[in-house]
């Protein structure tokens, strides 16, 4: 796959060969500013950032990543990032817009996830007035206030299919409509976009139009998973340790002993879950810290050997086996939602999506004479957290 990923000019840079520009320290690998209004704390939370906007690590991989993003940042190709959930890609992209010629502009964000399917369209686009019920006055969409920006589209392949046609379309074009309108707007925006999946796994699920995929990914970064950056480990706990102590106004310290437990942890989580161990660890501690890993191991991610099992015969369908695999996540994470999304790969909507299409069909004839039959007991299912 990556071979024809190569044949369609989609490039996986690297510039392990190019000198790294002058940094502040030997652990702050690039340097940028963040958008107004992040404090110490927030700017932690986005993953690996001090309030500098300093890119925390000293590891081969982010070394990499640092010069990828350096060198791509100042021209107009779409970039997609990819790595897994906590990695820090939102901070690329903020990276990216930063270093870019459209710094001045506005950086807008939209998970696409997130957005309920029917109003996708309308929130990328806009819309006008009464296009819909409620619509009771003129909305421009993400697209238009990213104008002269940078717009990043997280989780990109959560976005319906019968939409991405028309994202394309704005794409090449540079122009779009807003529902209920006739007029073409023109947008002047770079798009960034980010995903979970990696670029094969995109191709041969079809998670995204082919002819769309590779007019996204002009650049393909990936972003390493916490595990394989050894040493940064200690260089970000460290960091986020000492945005909570300017934050606070304290000056607790790490126990050695707690670094030395943090680098033998797999974490699962990365970057996200290594700052929220880091800041429940400070809240339970007086002046020295030892990392509180007791909820992580709770979790059924550490406990993979005592999962239950789910057996489905050969034959089976694809929708009646995603059905099983979904219930008995479901079930095996308590009916909480985010959990059994983040097990599968997925967003808490599409969980949600598909609950949602399984409850539309709880009785189902049975008996020929045509009277129905109760579905199976549903698994009561905890608010989303």
Known sequence: MSDELQERNVSFIDFSDVASSPRPSPAVIATFPLPAGSSRVRAANTAQATDNGELIGESPEMIEVAEQLRRVAPSQATVML??????????????????????????????????????????????????????????PGYFERA????LLLDEITEMPL??????????ETGRAVRVGGTEEIAVDVRIVTASNHPPEAILRDHRLREDLFYRLAVFVVRLPPLRRRGEDIELLARAFLECLNKEYGTRKRFDPRALALARTHSWPGNVRELRNCVERSFVLSDDVIVLDLQPIRRTPVACADQRESVVIPVGTTLAAAEHEVLLATLKHCGGNKRRTAEMLGVSVKTIYNKLVGERSTTTTPSHDDGSERSAPPRIPLSPVQ
Do not use: W
């Open 147 to 150: 104008t002269g920006g940078t």
């Open 82 to 139: 990819v790595g897994e959930s906590g990695t820090g890609k939102e901070l690329a992209a903020q990276f990216l817009h930063a270093h870019s010629p459209r710094a001045n502009g506005p950086m807008v964000a939209v998970n696409c996830g997130a957005i309920p399917v029917n109003l996708v369209e309308a929130e990328l686009f806009g819309y006008e007035r009464g296009a819909f019920t409620g619509a009771v006055r003129q909305h």
């Open 162 to 171: 019968d939409l991405q046609s028309k994202l394309l379309r704005v794409l």
